[in-house]
């Protein structure tokens, strides 16, 4: 489990985050919900260890987040930022591999079956030669997927062989989704969905109304730094609480997973 106590964050004389207490789940999906300038990247930055709250506690699994090393935090838990530094002329093979190189260990065979079975889930394998230069904005994102996916893959035991064990492992994702056409979105919300089975946290901002509704089990909704709603996502998702925390209206369409808020335009 993570929580927060009371984490507030302050850059000069703007509050980014105000008095936040939350707990994540792990084995869960939680999603992060708000309007720009709300704090969802700031929260994700204290939870990631980037950026140290101003005031308040961070624990991470039973322990103070600050009492962790970034090295220690590497081996535990992956982060994709909303915002890539542009990469420098490298193939994609040899982009994703640097996700196993948490701890300056030396790559070795274990790793490359490891990077052969990940470009495979994240459908990259057609790219694995290509410049990285060279890709599209939805097939980088999806190859910086697969880097951050690394990260926490190879080490991750086999609970069988069709099955992996994410147990203490977390994934935490901003704007995962950006760029990336409606196939391979469908295609990582499953996987996100049986990862999460298989043991793995997955706290992720998201912008898209539908999409966050098709993956969140839990909700945090933030307004102006605050926390402005929180809970199972079926308490979360409703027409009053979304309207209100996002400033948008919203109407109900009833879809195989019951009602569905999609926003008014």
Same mark, same amino acid.
């Given at each position: 489990?993570?929580?927060?106590?009371?984490?507030?964050?302050?850059?000069?004389?703007?509050?980014?985050?105000?008095?936040?207490? $939350?707990?994540?789940?792990?084995?869960?999906?939680?999603?992060? @919900?708000?309007?720009?300038?709300?704090?969802?990247?700031?929260? @994700?930055?204290?939870?990631?260890?980037?950026?140290?709250?101003?005031?308040?506690?961070?624990?991470?699994?039973?322990?103070?987040?600050?009492?962790?090393? $970034?090295?220690?935090?590497?081996?535990?838990?992956?982060? $994709?930022?909303?915002?890539?530094?542009?990469?420098?002329?490298?193939?994609?093979? &040899?982009?994703?591999?640097?996700?196993?190189?948490?701890?300056?260990?030396?790559?070795?065979?274990?790793?490359?079956?490891?990077?052969?079975?990940? &470009?495979?889930?994240?459908?990259?394998?057609?790219?694995?030669?290509?410049?990285?230069?060279?890709?599209?904005?939805?097939?980088?994102?999806?190859?910086?997927?697969?880097?951050?996916?690394?990260?926490?893959?190879?080490?991750?035991?086999?609970?069988?062989?069709?099955?992996?064990?994410?147990?203490?492992?977390?994934? @935490?994702?901003?704007?995962?989704?950006?760029?990336?056409?409606?196939?391979?979105?469908?295609?990582?919300?499953?996987?996100?969905?049986?990862?999460?089975?298989?043991? $793995?946290?997955?706290?992720?901002?998201?912008?898209?109304?539908?999409? &966050?509704?098709?993956?969140?089990?839990?909700?945090?909704? @933030?307004?102006?730094?605050?926390?402005?709603?929180?809970?199972?996502?079926?308490?979360?998702?409703?027409?009053?609480?979304?309207?209100?925390?996002?400033?948008?209206?919203?109407?109900?369409?009833?879809?195989?997973?019951?009602?569905?808020?999609?926003?008014?335009?």
């Amino acid at each position: 489990m993570i929580e927060l106590e009371n984490v507030s964050v302050k850059i000069g004389s703007a509050s980014l985050l105000s008095q936040v207490s $939350l707990r994540f789940q792990p084995a869960k999906i939680s999603v992060i @919900l708000g309007q720009n300038g709300a704090g969802k990247t700031t929260l @994700l930055r204290c939870l990631s260890g980037w950026q140290t709250p101003s005031s308040g506690e961070i624990i991470w699994q039973g322990q103070p987040l600050k009492t962790y090393s $970034l090295s220690q935090l590497a081996q535990q838990r992956a982060v $994709l930022e909303q915002q890539q530094a542009q990469p420098f002329a490298m193939s994609v093979q &040899a982009l994703v591999e640097l996700g196993f190189n948490r701890d300056n260990n030396a790559f070795n065979p274990r790793h490359a079956q490891a990077a052969q079975g990940v &470009a495979q889930l994240c459908d990259i394998e057609a790219l694995w030669s290509r410049n990285v230069q060279t890709l599209s904005g939805g097939e980088l994102q999806r190859v910086h997927l697969a880097r951050v996916l690394a990260q926490i893959w190879c080490d991750t035991p086999k609970k069988s062989e069709q099955s992996l064990d994410f147990t203490g492992k977390w994934l @935490l994702l901003d704007e995962w989704s950006n760029a990336m056409d409606m196939e391979h979105q469908q295609q990582w919300v499953q996987l996100l969905q049986q990862w999460a089975q298989a043991g $793995l946290g997955i706290i992720m901002i998201v912008h898209d109304l539908v999409l &966050a509704q098709a993956v969140a089990q839990e909700v945090v909704l @933030l307004k102006e730094g605050r926390v402005f709603a929180q809970g199972p996502a079926n308490e979360v998702f409703k027409a009053p609480i979304l309207e209100q925390g996002l400033n948008v209206s919203v109407r109900g369409v009833q879809s195989e997973r019951g009602e569905v808020f999609l926003p008014k335009f």
